[in-house]
């Protein structure tokens, strides 16, 4: 339980998230020296925490940290002028938020937790299939690594099963099948999000940078110029979108952290009172 040495990666450092001669910064020097701060300020948060005494404590560093990866790959997109693809990650980040709020009002840090062994044995069966090496298999290492997750997978499979029925024509049920759900929860990113009171934000946040991530004619008409039967293709880097995606992703991120200080009842620091949400829970 206790947190481990090792030293940063210079990934993290924060002098390496911006080139502040990108014509991006000189524009919003306002809004990406605002998220800096919020990041170096959030990162003192993750400082103070020496062990965890729960499943949710834990779920919740887990969240925060991948929070982290992703708030900094968004400020370094945003800074090399590629919005939409920063885009796609604010949905990322949007969805750590709803889960690590999700996990902890219902209590659920043992939930999701537990649910690495579910997909551990997913991968293990995965790779099983394409494995060519015999010997590698059958080597005594794999074999206990394979027990292993055999082991915890039965142990905790049916806090995760449920059953699959089928409706026929003549409305008799039929044909029961218990099934592993695909995620930890049970449930879709949208039926969380209600239930924590930000379904608002889910309408706005994912449909928005949707046209990007599914492959949307309507988003990737914006690399043509010329219209017409235009075939200029064009993907310089904008400045477009670039405001609004830093603001939303400085709020979301500053929400994950107050989640992530409160599950350890930490003080909130002044600078993230602001984006503290007193939603309620929606119906």
């Known amino acids: 339980?206790?947190?481990?040495?090792?030293?940063?990666?210079?990934?993290?450092?924060?002098?390496?998230?911006?080139?502040?001669?990108?014509?991006?910064?000189?524009?919003?020097?306002?809004?990406?020296?605002?998220?800096?701060?919020?990041?170096?300020?959030?990162?003192?948060?993750?400082?103070?925490?020496?062990?965890?005494?729960?499943?949710?404590q834990y779920a919740s560093m887990l969240i925060f940290a991948a929070s982290q990866n992703l708030f900094i790959s968004i400020l370094k997109l945003c800074n090399e002028g590629i919005a939409d693809v920063a885009g796609i990650l604010l949905r990322s980040l949007f969805e750590d938020y709803v889960q690590i709020k999700y996990i902890k009002k219902k209590k659920l840090g043992s939930l999701f937790i537990n649910f690495l062994w579910i997909s551990l044995k997913r991968e293990l069966d995965r790779s099983e299939m394409h494995i060519s090496n015999t010997q590698f298999v059958e080597g005594s290492a794999y074999q206990a690594n394979k027990a292993l997750i055999n082991e915890q997978y039965i142990k905790y499979k049916d806090d995760y099963t449920k059953k699959n029925r089928k409706w026929n024509k003549v409305r008799t049920w039929f044909n029961p099948k218990e099934i592993i759900q695909y995620n930890w929860s049970g449930k879709n990113l949208l039926k969380m999000a209600k239930n924590v009171g930000e379904r608002a934000s889910y309408n706005t946040i994912m449909p928005f940078h949707s046209k990007f991530v599914h492959c949307d004619p309507y988003g990737l008409m914006g690399f043509l110029k010329g219209g017409g039967n235009s075939t200029i293709i064009e993907n310089s880097a904008s400045t477009e979108g670039i405001e609004l995606t830093l603001n939303v992703s400085i709020e979301i991120y500053s929400r994950i952290a107050i989640e992530m200080a409160s599950s350890f009842d930490m003080p909130i620091p002044d600078l993230f009172r602001q984006f503290i949400s007193h939603k309620q829970t929606d119906n």
């Open 1 to 56: 339980m206790n947190k481990s040495n090792r030293s940063p990666h210079p990934y993290y450092k924060p002098e390496n998230f911006y080139d502040t001669k990108n014509i991006a910064y000189s524009e919003f020097k306002l809004e990406f020296d605002r998220a800096l701060q919020i990041f170096i300020e959030s990162d003192k948060l993750k400082e103070k925490i020496k062990k965890y005494f729960n499943n949710e």
